[in-house]
T-cell receptor, first 114, second 114 residues
């Protein structure tokens, strides 16, 4: 049974600071890891994907993966009020047939305080 | 460039009625996923298709739920008969190929069963 755990928050961060979001997963065979952003009443929007250990940077976002610790994180630098949303961690494990559906955490509610 | 299209966006029905949700994946995408999101359970995978073939329907909650993908550009999720506990937001997502894990979500259908 695959499980993805996130702190539900809310996580409150001052504008301009670094927001740090964390996620752990139970399945050691997991291959692909994703962060989605979801605004209230909207659909999940893919913001980062990471497949190998280490850091991956894209603009103000950095995803970090540590497969040995089964841990993935998302850093948001120079946080803006528009970053206020729920951030969903998602994990994918390949089966013999190819891509699987994603297992999602329940999300961390992030609030950026102006 | 059109994303994933879902219809209807909102559906209100009475218990016992049949409900059909529709999805058009991104053109050229060969994998399609149906998810359900509730406050209690978060975002859950119901079923997914690769090249129009259902691969894993273990997430479908009961026999009242069924899904089809008659061609590469159309899928339906049907609930018959519907129950109040089926009230949720249903998302469709698609990805480029069976080996590509990045999934893109449609706007969702908010279903309310009275």
């Amino acid at each position: 049974q695959k499980e993805v755990e996130q702190n539900s928050g809310p996580l409150s961060v001052p504008e301009g600071a670094i927001a740090s979001l964390n996620c752990t997963y139970s399945d050691r065979g997991s291959q692909s890891f994703f962060w989605y952003r979801q605004y209230s009443g909207k659909s999940p929007e893919l913001i980062m994907s990471i497949y190998s250990n280490g850091d991956k940077e894209d603009g103000r976002f950095t995803a970090q993966l540590n497969k040995a610790s089964q841990y993935v994180s998302l850093l948001i630098r120079d946080s803006q009020p528009s970053d206020s949303a729920t951030y969903l961690c998602a994990v994918n494990m390949y089966s013999g047939g190819g891509a699987d559906g994603l297992t999602f955490g329940k999300g961390t509610h992030l609030i950026i305080q102006p | 460039d059109a994303g994933v299209i879902q219809s209807p966006r909102h559906e209100v029905t009475e218990m016992g009625q049949e409900v059909t949700l529709r999805c058009k994946p991104i053109s050229g995408h060969n994998s399609l996923f149906w998810y359900r999101q509730t406050m209690m359970r978060g975002l859950e995978l119901l079923i997914y298709f690769n090249n129009n073939v259902p691969i894993d329907d273990s997430g479908m909650p009961e026999d009242r739920f069924s899904a089809k993908m008659p061609n590469a550009s159309f899928s339906t999720l049907k609930i018959q008969p519907s129950e109040p506990r089926d009230s949720a937001v249903y998302f469709c997502a698609s990805s480029l190929s069976p080996l590509a894990s990045e999934q893109f979500f449609g706007p969702g259908t908010r279903l309310t069963v009275l």
